[in-house]
């Protein structure tokens, strides 16, 4: 069972905006602001897209942002397109110097 | 272009050994962290292992602790890891990824691992 809790699946049409939570479930995850994004086509690679709760990595685009409140870090994706259609996952550092993911979030565009 | 090519999966007994190999190019290895994360079929990421630019410092999740090993060769830009005493549930592709702790900016195309008798 991950240490991480994230909505199975959200949903939006095309232009609207969605967030996605990514919430720890113990007490080492609000401490730390390692928590990452990662986007996951099907039959592809992860993806990084923020970093650090609110970075970019270069070439990801604006519309992908992070933020980080208490135990709790959100994913918002404004201005939603079709090849946004994904699973996402959170990761976090832990105080046993090891990392681990959320179960992951499917967005569908409706 | 940074560019991540695992090897070295296929079918292994449950009980076996085998080693995965990730070769990398595009960028200077020496300078980062490399990872090991897996995906079983249809479920999501689980980190698996990290190794410092000079393989001083090695950290592994928990369960996996003991039986997998990770390594790395900087003379060959190539990460490793070993696995043993391979179970069914260790069915996986496994990712080799660029960085770290907890930022793994790139990935290789993963490679896949079925355990089976």
């Known amino acids: 069972q991950s240490a991480l809790t994230q909505p199975a699946s959200m949903s939006g049409s095309p232009g609207q905006s969605i967030t996605i939570s990514c919430t720890g479930t113990?007490?080492?995850?609000?401490?730390?602001?390692?928590v990452s994004w990662y986007q996951q086509h099907p039959d592809k690679a992860p993806k990084l897209i923020i970093y650090?709760?609110?970075n970019r990595p270069s070439g990801v685009s604006n519309r992908f942002s992070g933020s980080k409140s208490g135990d709790t870090a959100s994913l918002t994706i404004s201005g939603l397109q079709a090849e946004d259609e994904a699973d996402y996952y959170c990761?976090?550092?832990?105080?046993?110097?090891?990392?681990?993911f959320g179960p992951g979030t499917k967005v569908t565009v409706l | 272009e940074v560019q991540l090519v695992e090897s070295g999966g296929g079918v292994a007994q449950p009980g076996g050994s085998l080693r995965l190999s990730c070769a990398a190019s595009?960028?200077?290895?020496?300078?980062?962290?490399m990872s090991w994360v897996r995906q079983a079929p249809g479920k999501g990421l689980e980190w698996v292992a990290q190794?410092?630019?000079?393989?001083?410092?090695?950290n592994y999740v928990d369960s996996l602790r003991g039986r997998f090993t990770i390594s790395r060769d900087n003379a060959k830009n190539s990460v490793y890891l070993q696995m043993n005493s391979l179970r069914v549930e260790d069915t996986a592709v496994y990712y080799c990824?660029?960085?770290?702790?907890?930022?793994?900016?790139?990935w290789g195309q993963g490679t896949l691992l079925t355990v089976s008798s």
């Open positions: 190794i410092k630019q000079d393989g001083s410092q090695k």
């Open positions: 990761s976090s550092y832990t105080s046993s110097v090891t990392y681990v």
């Open positions: 595009g960028f200077t290895f020496t300078n980062h962290w």
């Open positions: 990824a660029r960085g770290g702790p907890g930022t793994w900016t790139d």
């Open positions: 113990t007490s080492d995850f609000g401490i730390y602001n390692y």
């Open positions: 650090g709760v609110n």
